[in-house]
């Protein structure tokens, strides 16, 4: 399973514009919908100094280069988006093998690539995506606002990853069944003694083991129908001595489900946790099957925030 991002495009510097109604965001998604294409790039140059075995300083360059490939624009009466992907080029050094003089030497490839399939909403000003190992979510956004601001060089972009809005409650309703449960807790440093006594049980166990951090994993195999019981004894206590650290000690909870749908989430009590699903690898590189598991994530976002608006 794969993780997808989701990130907000902000208009930054014609912001004010914007709120003096100037011009509409819906005037800049639609300039950038026509101005995006394969053909401009992104070069981003890191000059690094170090110091070698005789003490002499030497200079390393590195460089990245980005660019859109693969683009599909879709418009119609419903909808405004545009797919693609997002490249990574970077040059690596290696050896290459010559059969002849049975030696290796070395070689720089140059056009050694990397790619990640996007999906750019431009009514929600929303793009989701799928990071890779040399290509993360922060040189994702990195290299997706770079490339904004070098198509429309007239207008900011500041492209931020959306955090979660769902509380572990709520994550909890909406899963039709949940896979896994991981709880770490670190014992409180308090000296309340209501707060001791709640959960002295538990942190003078883990202080007479020399414990300073449990991590606890409850699994159930995903082929298993039902999933984990969470009115079970098991499952309460797990949840309501994490909740309890998480007030006076530290504690992380992480929920791994599916809804009635099919769709696998993935939930992370950290504060500043992104919100994020998931998509089989048998679907990250189909391009229908990427659609229909990004569309579902952003309508669970959208909904949520229907929903928090309405309790104003």
Do not use: C
């Amino acid at each position: 399973m794969a993780k997808l991002y989701y990130a907000k495009v902000n208009i930054n510097s014609n912001i004010f514009d914007v709120y003096a109604k100037k011009i509409t965001i819906q005037d800049i998604m639609k300039m950038v919908f026509d101005a995006l294409d394969d053909k401009r790039e992104y070069n981003k140059k890191e000059v690094n100094t170090f110091l070698d075995d005789q003490g002499d300083t030497k200079t390393v360059e590195r460089e990245e280069i980005y660019n859109f490939s693969e683009l599909n624009k879709v418009e119609d009466i419903n909808e405004k988006y545009i797919t693609g992907r997002l490249v990574k080029r970077t040059p690596t050094f290696g050896e290459e093998f010559d059969r002849v003089s049975r030696t290796s030497k070395k070689v720089v490839h140059k056009n050694n690539s990397i790619s990640t399939l996007f999906y750019f909403d431009l009514e929600t000003e929303i793009v989701t995506f799928y990071s890779r190992q040399k290509l993360g979510y922060n040189q994702f956004m990195e290299a997706f606002e770079s490339l904004l601001d070098i198509y429309l060089d007239k207008i900011g972009f500041k492209v931020m990853l959306i955090k979660d809005p769902f509380s572990i409650q709520e994550r909890m309703k909406m899963l039709h069944k949940v896979n896994r449960i991981k709880s770490t807790i670190i014992p409180p440093n308090v000296n309340e003694e209501e707060i001791r006594a709640l959960l002295e049980r538990k942190s003078q166990g883990m202080k007479h083991a020399n414990i300073t951090r449990e991590t606890r994993i409850l699994e159930s195999h995903k082929k298993n129908e039902k999933g984990i019981d969470l009115n079970s004894t098991e499952v309460k206590e797990t949840l309501e001595l994490n909740e309890a650290y998480s007030a006076y000690g530290y504690s992380k909870l992480e929920v791994d489900g599916e809804t009635k749908d099919g769709t696998s989430l993935v939930y992370d009590s950290d504060e500043n946790s992104p919100y994020q699903t998931t998509i089989p690898d048998s679907k990250k590189e189909n391009l229908e099957g990427f659609i229909e598991y990004v569309k579902k994530g952003i309508t669970a976002l959208l909904a949520k925030r229907t929903i928090d608006n309405l309790k104003k």
